[in-house]
């Protein structure tokens, strides 16, 4: 019976753990794309005329400092999302304006079919990033886990309890390895709201803002 319950609950925690972590990485590498993205399209804005690219540059500017605003704000979510509110309103502008200046005759022939589709990668990713902030395993898997570890403390206790003398060492390390591993599953689960964090790469989004003149 403790067999059982010991093995179920470290199944239970390996899978937990493999895939938080795999999403963290998931996370992680839609900044670089996102970052990509952006960078793209902004090179590409020098297919517009001379005269039509200071606007769309101030434009991408604002752009990114309302995407690094988004996470900064966290975990404030009622701000981050207002701040996404208002990255969808530049977004518009942006597009409205491209799609205005294509059609210049001092423009480059093709910049239609090399900007707008830069622009459309730009934006989309910004869906697949929202979404991936918010997926999540159902909470019932977290309460799975919690009982399980209940469920083997005791019968941890219940098999220690016909010793002559209790071992804490065992005790309090039994509890401090399930506590912490419980943890650091959720942690990588929020890398926003806790101790385990995407912060250090929204570096790169810093890099890419720092860059547009």
């Known amino acids: 019976m ?6 179920l609950l470290g199944l239970m925690v390996a899978f937990s753990f493999s895939a938080a972590a795999g999403r963290y990485d998931f996370r992680r590498d839609l900044i670089v794309q ?6 793209t399209a902004y ?9 039509d690219q200071p606007p769309l540059r101030a434009l991408f500017r604002s752009y990114v400092d309302s995407r690094l605003e988004t996470y900064r704000k966290l975990p404030d979510l009622h701000a981050a999302e207002k701040e996404l509110a208002h990255t969808g309103e530049i977004q518009g502008e942006i597009w409205t304006q491209a799609i205005a200046d294509v059609r210049n005759p001092k423009s480059q022939p093709d910049s239609a079919k090399l900007l707008l589709p830069a622009l459309n990668e730009m934006i989309d990713i910004i869906t697949t990033r929202t979404m991936a902030a918010r997926s999540h395993p159902p909470s019932d898997l977290f309460y799975l886990l919690l009982g399980l570890g209940l469920v083997a403390s005791l019968l941890a206790g219940y098999g220690m309890g016909g010793g002559d003398r209790r071992s804490w060492l065992h005790i309090l390390g039994f509890a401090a390895v399930t506590a912490v591993v419980i943890f650091v599953i959720v942690d990588l689960e929020f890398p926003r709201l806790g101790y385990i964090r ?4 929204d570096r790169v989004l810093v890099e890419l803002r720092n860059s547009m003149k």
């Open 2 to 7: 403790e067999a059982a319950v010991f093995g």
């Open 34 to 39: 996102e970052a990509n993205a952006i960078g």
């Open 43 to 51: 090179l590409r804005l020098y297919l517009l005329a001379d005269s």
């Open 198 to 201: 995407l912060d250090a790469y």
